[in-house]
């Protein structure tokens, strides 16, 4: 799998993996049902530990984007879903991480941020 790390770069290397997995399903380099390394395999390729490849695959699957199965292997899930939702956060991951970085700046609480992007994605949709 061809994936580079900044191991000088500020963020963080999990973040680097899953970011280069996103960016692949978006371009339609990974397609649904491919294979990729087991973690131990990946995390040698790069050089990191296990455990790095463990939580960027970890979160790739909270977010919907790849099919964690024991003994059989861990798959891309780039349906039309994933795929539009990788484009989304490919094109507006920095500015929704700078407005969250704000929000932590000025203290915002966790909760009020969700209960305000919820309150925003409702009204948008018109689903409120």
């Given at each position: ?96 991480k700078d ?25 948008l949709a018109?689903?409120?």
């Amino acid at each position: 799998m061809l994936l580079s790390i900044d191991f000088s770069s500020d963020q963080a290397i999990y973040m680097q993996i899953r970011d280069a997995i996103v960016t692949g399903i978006a371009s339609g380099k990974l397609q649904d049902g491919d294979t990729l390394p087991s973690v131990r395999v990946l995390g040698s390729e790069l050089g990191v530990n296990l455990h790095t490849v463990n939580k960027a695959y970890q979160l790739l699957q909270s977010e919907g984007f790849i099919d964690i199965q024991r003994r059989r292997g861990t798959f891309i899930k780039a349906g039309k879903t994933a795929q539009s939702t990788a484009a989304f956060l490919r094109k507006y991951g920095v500015p929704l991480k700078d407005m969250v970085h704000a929000a932590v700046t000025e203290r915002v609480d966790r909760a009020v941020l969700h209960k305000m992007i919820d309150h925003l994605y409702d009204e948008l949709a018109g689903t409120e």
